[in-house]
């Protein structure tokens, strides 16, 4: 019953290649996102989709490219992949709700990450 | 646009002892505001949140924090340190209606037994 899953857990590969990383949610989200801890700790944004539509993409390479099929999953494939980019990946989740203001995203829930390291 | 501090990548205390772990942020809109734990080679788990409500917020663990605009802070504590604390925690900040998170560096707590 994991709300947020993530597959690999682990990820090795050599430089050049090409990978995907998987997530799903059952939490029953209408916006999912990826984010990437470095080797310091640092938490950044990547990528947000809602309800299948991206609409946060923070600067990050071409080389990455999201796909959401639908609103429970959001998949990340990484092309040619360089040293820098080994790091933990996180999937999350959350729910859009209309206030009085505008729209309010709740608080986010993360899956158990994807450890990646390009050699 | 959004930013956080923590004061302290490392704060150490005793078990048993008052833990306070820093937090200061920036936003040119009305803040959310949470601490987040990850423990180690695990995903984030939310501790608690202020979405403009009560001030001082109460999450899980025993762990509160107090929204302090004039001093733009949101410190958390916990009175008395478990073991089962220790762990990497993150402050992060959001505007309202914005859903892009943005965390501070984090801060690891050791528990001295």
């Known amino acids: 019953d994991t709300a947020v899953s993530q597959t690999p857990k682990y990820l090795v590969t050599q430089m050049g290649n090409d990978k995907s990383i998987k997530c799903e949610q059952n939490l029953g989200h209408d916006t999912m996102y990826w984010y990437k801890q470095d080797s310091k700790k640092f938490l950044k944004i990547m990528f947000s989709?809602?309800?299948?539509?991206?609409?946060i993409n923070e600067t990050v390479p071409n080389r990455f490219s999201p796909k959401s099929p639908d609103k429970a999953h959001l998949n990340l494939h990484i092309n040619s992949l360089e040293l820098g980019d080994s790091a933990v990946y996180f999937c999350?989740?959350?729910?859009?709700?209309?206030?009085?203001?505008?729209?309010?995203?709740?608080?986010?829930?993360f899956g158990p990450g994807t450890r990646l390291t390009v050699l | 646009a959004q930013s956080v501090t923590q004061l302290g990548s490392h704060v150490s205390v005793s078990e048993g002892a008052l833990v306070l772990l820093r937090c200061n942020y920036s936003?040119?809109?009305?803040?959310?505001l949470f601490w987040y734990v990850q423990y180690p080679n695990q995903g984030l788990q939310l501790l608690l949140k202020?979405?403009?409500?009560?001030?001082l917020v109460k999450g899980i663990n025993g762990f509160e924090a107090e929204f302090k605009k004039s001093e733009t802070s949101f410190h958390l504590t916990k009175p008395s340190a478990h073991m089962s604390d220790a762990a990497e925690y993150f402050c992060a900040v959001s505007g309202r209606g914005a859903q892009k998170l943005v965390f501070g560096q984090g801060t690891r707590l050791t528990i001295n037994p």
């Open positions: 202020y979405t403009s409500a009560a001030t």
């Open positions: 989709y809602n309800n299948k539509e991206l609409i």
């Open positions: 936003s040119s809109v009305p803040p959310y």
């Open positions: 999350a989740s959350s729910q859009v709700i209309p206030g009085l203001a505008g729209l309010i995203y709740n608080e986010q829930f």
